[in-house]
């Protein structure tokens, strides 16, 4: 790509800290809440931040980049097919989390470039921290605005240490918690999950169940930077965007190593 990623840093982790800003200026209280077609829901806050992003993101990188966001991703297969380089968003993931209280929330943005997202960034809105990757090249995090940025490396760890959503699990992950000896297991909102294996503090987030790509676009440039993997489940390739008409992910896992110490009982749970 004929650009320097080093320079989306700075103005990313401004835009993501903005965005959640105007998510903590809008009280959950009074918040009404529709659902979306995919029973998940959606609030004032989502679309503020969501605008914030819209309106952010061509001043950044380059003009011509589409965006797409969770909030307008009805963008037909025919003009996505086209898109080489794009900015992928998800405003508030974790609509369910913010809703209940929680500070498991996050503010995602991602740059996907042939298919691959190459740059993600990360912000927990109620505490002002950052997670901000590149692919293969490196995973900084800042606790806030004034602070230094600390590098990021995954760490893997015997016993593994799980984490898992708090609303989306199913059987398929209760059976895998089962079927890994001594497993440790954190129950974790949004995209935290990836951050945290980033961070070298969890070894493995299994997902079963539905989820689209606006919510691991960013995380997987965090997690990959930091020198872990995301991967489907099934042929354990990397995730990849903006493939065909669907934004749905497949079932995938992020770890720290494609080999951890929980690899036993996934293997197990797929010969069973
Ligand atoms: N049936 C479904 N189809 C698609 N995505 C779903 C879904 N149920 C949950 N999700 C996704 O899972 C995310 C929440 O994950 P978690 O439980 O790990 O916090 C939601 O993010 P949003 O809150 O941005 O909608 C949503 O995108
Ligand atoms: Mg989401």
Redesign the pocket.
Known sequence: MSFSLDSLCEPLTILARDAGDEIESISRQALETRQKS???PVTAADLAAHRCLVEGLPGIGKAEWPVLS?ESASVPWAIRSGWETYWLV?P??????FLRGSDQYTVNIALIHRHRAVVGVIGKPRTGEIWYGQSGLGSWYQRGPQTPWQRLQVADRRPPRLVV????RGEKTRQLIAAIPDVEVEEL??SL?CCRIAEGLADLYPRF????EW?TAAAQAIVEGAGGALVRGDDWKPLEYNRGESL?NPPFVACASLDGAWRAGWDALDSA
């Open positions: 995919d029973d998940s969770e998800d508030l993931d974790g609509t369910k989390e959503s708090r609303f989306h909102g949004s999950k169940g539905p989820t689209c919510d749905l």
